[in-house]
């Protein structure tokens, strides 16, 4: 499998793999993504995922994440539609290299009791809206894929 590969990683930095899991959720034609406020201020706009824990399959990591970050419970599908690594720097300085999974996935409640991710907030936009104002190169690159994948099956 060809896994693209996104980010620019910064000279003299060390990006350990991190495998994550991500999911696109459509409601009426719009996705689901994560606002991400940061404490310092500013922040970026994400798909709802993350990373995946010891001993957890990456369709549970999605499902779980999605729920811790945006509140919403979520079936997600078996098998990724796509895979996407990306170099990536967090609000606290870490660096990783994300190795991403990314699932459709079905909504089956709003749930904010799941919701634990204070700096994490749920807006719901277009795929083409989201594709502009997505942060990661990797996950406007999966929503263009999802999109893509739709327009086969229909």
């Not at 409601?27 to 010891?54: E, F, H, K, N, Q």
């Not at 909504?107 to 204070?118: H, T, Y």
């Not at 989201?130 to 739709?150: F, M, N, P, T, Y």
């Amino acid at each position: 499998m060809n896994v693209p590969q996104f980010g620019e990683p910064e000279p003299g930095r060390a990006y350990p793999d991190r495998p994550a899991a991500f999911v696109v959720v459509e409601r009426d034609g719009r996705i689901a993504v994560a606002r991400v406020t940061y404490a310092s201020g500013g922040g970026r706009l994400d798909l709802p995922g993350g990373g995946i824990d010891p001993g957890e399959m990456a369709a549970e990591a999605a499902t779980r994440e999605c729920g811790e970050e945006v509140g919403l419970r979520v079936a997600a599908e078996v098998e990724p539609f796509a895979h996407a690594d990306h170099f990536f720097r967090g609000e606290d300085g870490e660096t990783v290299n994300t190795r991403g999974a990314f699932f459709a996935a079905r909504l089956a409640a709003e749930a904010p009791e799941l919701k634990i991710e204070d700096d994490h907030a749920l807006e719901w936009m277009t795929p083409h809206e989201a594709l502009a104002a997505l942060d990661r190169e990797s996950h406007a690159w999966a929503v263009a894929a999802w999109l893509r994948r739709l327009r086969k099956e229909a």
